[in-house]
């Protein structure tokens, strides 16, 4: 249509339209093959650089030990409040501590913390949700409001009230973090498997007389799992988030522990604030970007286990 | 509407009971002798031994557990919370003191996110795909990414010790009086705050903007001959509104917690920065005052919200 | 003026892209549509007879394009190519509501649920003719009245969830022609509906284009529905007009193997249990991945090598009457 060209203000759409027609127009295009979750996972470039993001800084925690010159509690009284240099990339504390070693292996504890409570919270939430979702009754009917109880609560107020109660360390907080953490998931569990229950397979495998853990925790359960996949990568970012602002307000972690919070609390005196940035930047940076990897992974799982974007 | 507030209010009641108990119980259990919370630290000083005896008996803490709770009960109803543990000045006070400097951040940073949220969501849905989009996507991912505390001490920084554009922290100055002069104390711990809710606005906003595009009422309005202005704003964005405003309900008490970390960060004179002290000092009857406190807000919030969805949305029906 | 052609398609080719693939939904279409006549354009679903609707109205998606042919339409200022005009430009809008009226399928969607009806009513009249707002609300109560909807001023400003289906539907037709427009567009308009209140709709319909001469478009996938409404018909499949005519002449002789597997498939009232009835056999084919020549080529019962050399021509059976098929005039009487 020479003449239809000419007339109508062409615009880049329908330069790559008429490319999309000759290609169909000579026969090159064919059906997509393969797993269509995996592509669209794939042809997310967001979500692949937060996984290249996201394992790189899990790798050089993991190998912290290995990478790190010098030992994070290490203090060194002559070599105080150096800025970044080659013997020191982030620099030295107050304690003339090195910084790069001690986010490295405050990273350790930070992950631990985040992906622990995160798995401990997905563990109780599944167990009591897949099962109360699926039989009801009295159990599930007190879970669903002790759950309501806990999620009244602005989810820090409640977490700061409980470290004031137990104390403060790391196993205590990663405790504090499931107990407050389960109740979305074991919602969230618990109303896909409301819906699940419905559908006609869960009714012919009643109808077999199978046993109703069987039924609840084998066939139904991995069919509500995307969904739980996503939360649990969520919760992940949520907990390494409230470690850092609670140790940073000294009340998470204790302080002799390197973990990113606790390397952050420094930050609390206006004069490291103003006058030493490398003490907090590169500590909150490196947060920032872990926590954004995660939530782009995230993002990605999301989009490819969710049916009903079309792509 | 006054029916459903009474029948909505009932309906909270044993819930609030419930955390009413769950509160006292945490007290009882808690270190700390429940007396010097309910006499008052003058009283206690002048007292030796078996006038403390005499008192807890006179005040009924030897009665049956059940007792004391509901005489606990009756006080806080009254607005009697008991006393501070370390200074000693009735909770009431405290909290009615700083409650307004924790009311005004949070409801300027509430009114930037909803707005801002909203009106960035709205331009990155009809801009779908398009380079604003995407730089919108990116920015919301890192607005709920990044620490609200590392993004305010990042703030203050650029903002107050380099650029000197506005104070550090404090929510005034002695010489100041009106909000106006205080403006200014009140930037930045609002934008801070808000930072993370805009970008959860923004993100919610533009997907359910997304899903009212896509509706086949659109196209009816299109059919009309509206302009596409008024298709997208006053059929779209109107019909888009409803959800949103149930993601903010949802994302109140986010906001609440938030306000902590960030007016101690500001050294904002608030309910959140005397909570961080009052856990500091185990000074348990003010921690749980103010989490019960918190709690309330967080259920007037839901109610809110409901009203909002309600005159939002036709369909929706209180009851 | 009855009879008179007002909107002229010719040869529309419109294609939708999805996923990187081109989907030739309408590919070659024509008809006229004729003040004070009902043309039915029928076919299953996915045969481009909505999206040749939604082209004369202009209200395709954006990945959807008019690649060629011609729409052209008969204002009062002159004839109007509609194909050519921007799609939301002031032009094109300023048609649409005023001389191209269009309802839809499914009234519970097509209304937004967040406005009363009387508001989505009057939005029409403010755009299109200098009423006031006084007279928009009467005149809109007016409109309520005339399609036959009870207690219109209370109706007027309540939510479209308050409303039943069927008076949902005459809501609908309410603001179709709220600006009495020359042409009105149907799409499925009873699909949504239940049987009785379908009947309702299309006395409704069949009022309107008696007293007022608006020419109709119905769009439709029941062949019960063209017998009763249709002036003149055009069966579509996989975006082709397979054939087109007059109403008579279609139903009393259906020249397309298609046509008559249509007629053949659905029960007639009044014969009883031991009519038999023809399913098609197989089903349509993926757009993506069609037959080489005649779409139907694969499902006919009459099907031959020639058949996949191309797309048949048109033949013209008699005067009022076209077909696509090449084996149209021997096949007219019995199979």
Known sequence: ?311 | MIAYTLRRFLALAPMMLLMTFLVFLGLELTPGDAVSFIAGPEAMANMDGSQLAALRESLGLDDPFLARYFRWLGGVLRGDFGYSLTSGVPIARIVAERLPATLELSAAALLVSTLLGSALGLASALNRGKALDQALTVAGMIGVSVPEFFFGLVSILVFSIELKWLPVGGRTRPEYLGLWDRLPHLVLPALVLGVSMTAGVMRYARASMLDALGKDFMRTARSKGLPEARVDLVHGFRAALAPIAVLIGFRLPMLIGGSVVIEQIFQWPGVGSEFLAAVRGQNYPLVMTIALLSVLAVLAASFLVDLATAALDPRVKLS | MEGETLVRVRNLRTYLYANGRCNKAVNDVSFDVRAGRTLCVVGESGCGKSVTAASIMQLLPPLARIESGEIAYRSAEGELRLDRLPRNGRAMRSLRGRDLGMIFQDPMTALNPVYSIGFQIRESLRYHTRLGAPARRAKAIELLADMGIPLPAQRSGEYPHQLSGGMRQRAMIAMAMACEPKVLIADEPTTALDVTVQAQVFDLMERLKRERGTAIMLITHDMGVVAELADEVVVMYMGNVVESGTVREVLKSPAHPYTRALLGSIPLLGRGRSQRLEPIRGSTPDPFDRPPGCQFAPRCPRQEPACDAGLPPEVEVSAAHRVRCLFAKEGRDGR
């Not at chain 1, 997509?32 to 995996?38: D, I, N, P, Q, V």
């Not at chain 1, 599944?126 to 109880?149: C, N, Q, T």
């Not at chain 1, 109703?212 to 925790?217: A, G, P």
Request: glycine share 10%.
């Open chain 1, 1 to 311: 249509m020479p003449e239809r060209r000419a007339r109508a203000g062409r615009s880049r759409l329908d330069g790559k339209l008429d490319r999309i027609r000759e290609a169909e127009e000579a026969g090159l295009l064919e059906h997509a093959r393969g797993s269509r979750a995996l592509r669209k996972m794939l042809g997310n470039r967001l979500s692949l650089l937060g996984l290249a993001v996201f394992s790189a800084i899990v790798l050089s925690a993991l190998l912290a030990p290995w990478i790190c010159r010098y030992d994070p509690q290490k203090i060194d009284l002559r070599s105080v409040l150096r800025p970044p240099s080659a013997a020191h990339l982030f620099g030295t504390d107050k304690l003339g501590r090195d910084i790069f070693s001690r986010v490295l292996h405050g990273g350790r504890i930070s992950i631990l913390v985040g992906l622990g409570s995160a798995l401990g919270a997905a563990a109780i939430g599944i167990l009591l949700g897949s099962y109360g979702g699926y039989k009801g009754g009295p159990a599930d009917r007190a879970f669903l409001r002790l759950s309501e109880v806990f999620m009244a609560f602005p989810q820090i107020i409640l977490v700061l009230l409980l470290v004031s109660i137990v104390g403060q360390s790391v196993s205590n907080l990663v405790l504090i973090f499931v107990a407050t953490g389960w109740g979305s998931i074991y919602r969230m569990t618990r109303a896909r498997m409301l819906s699940i229950r419905e559908e006609e397979y869960v009714q012919a495998l009643r109808a077999f007389g199978l046993p109703d853990l069987l039924i609840c925790y084998k066939h139904m359960l991995p069919n509500a799992l995307g969904p739980i996949m996503v939360n649990i990568t969520l919760s992940t970012a949520m907990f390494i988030l409230q470690e850092a602002a609670l140790s940073f307000l000294g009340l998470g972690v204790p302080l002799e522990i390197a973990t990113w919070g606790n390397i952050l609390n420094a930050a609390n005196d206006i004069n490291v604030l103003a006058r030493y940035w490398w003490i907090w930047l590169p500590v909150g940076s490196v947060i920032s970007l872990f926590v954004l990897s995660v939530n782009f992974i995230g993002d990605g799982l999301r989009d490819s286990a969710d049916p009903s974007q079309l792509g």
